[in-house]
């Protein structure tokens, strides 16, 4: 096999600012996890992530997400992204470069069974499930991809009595114009296509 054949493809990396002041975005040219996962305490990251792991024995990381192919991650208030961001992106450049593991296998299953465990399945009255279907899909096509660009994520959580409960996540999590995109935005659009819809609320993720 040829020298060129066998050369690993490099790793690119960006940063992107997300509307989150302690949260940065960095992507890459690789698939880092096909799906979403947010680590918010060291523990839960070191059981299932070894790259999330890796993150936190920085003493500045406070929580990491991972989705598709970026990591989100969010610093130590205390902590400027200007003495810390090329440090983190050099590791992570390097920790894809050497093809260690991301995620460890049965990870999307414990989610599953974590979130059944709390309740957090999808809370609604039969009566509802037409609503609901139609709540999840405009999330799904309108709010989700624009989330995703800021280096977050939304899901649904609960629908009761025209309240829409949802669980925001990454930087979207704690992010001071949350609420502002959850009213003005995700909320008024709801509204407009689902008269029958009368609030939105968030739940941190």
């Known amino acids: ?55 936190y024995d920085f003493p500045y990381v406070k929580k990491v997400y991972i989705a598709n192919n970026y990591v989100t991650l969010t610093k130590e208030f205390n902590y400027s992204w200007d003495d810390i961001m090329l440090k983190l992106k050099e590791y992570i450049k390097e920790y894809l470069q050497e093809d260690k593991t991301i995620m460890k296998e049965g990870f999307a299953d414990e989610v599953a069974r974590l979130e059944a465990e709390r309740g957090d399945t999808y809370e609604y009255s039969e009566d509802d499930a037409e609503a609901v279907k139609q709540i999840k899909e405009l999330i799904d096509t309108y709010v989700k991809p624009a989330v995703e660009m800021d280096g977050g994520n939304i899901e649904f959580k609960s629908y009761h009595e025209g309240v829409v409960t949802v669980i925001m996540q990454g930087s979207c999590s704690g992010c001071p114009s949350s609420t502002v995109t959850l009213k003005s935005g995700i909320e008024q659009m709801l509204k407009r296509m689902m008269p029958q819809v009368k609030e939105v609320v968030q739940e941190m993720g």
């Open 1 to 55: 096999m040829s020298e060129v054949a066998t050369k690993k493809r490099p790793v690119l990396l960006y940063t992107e600012q997300t509307p989150n002041p302690e949260s940065l975005k960095f992507v890459t040219n690789r698939m880092l996890y096909n799906g979403t996962a947010e680590f918010k305490e060291e523990d839960f990251a070191r059981e299932w992530s070894p790259l999330a792991a890796a993150l």
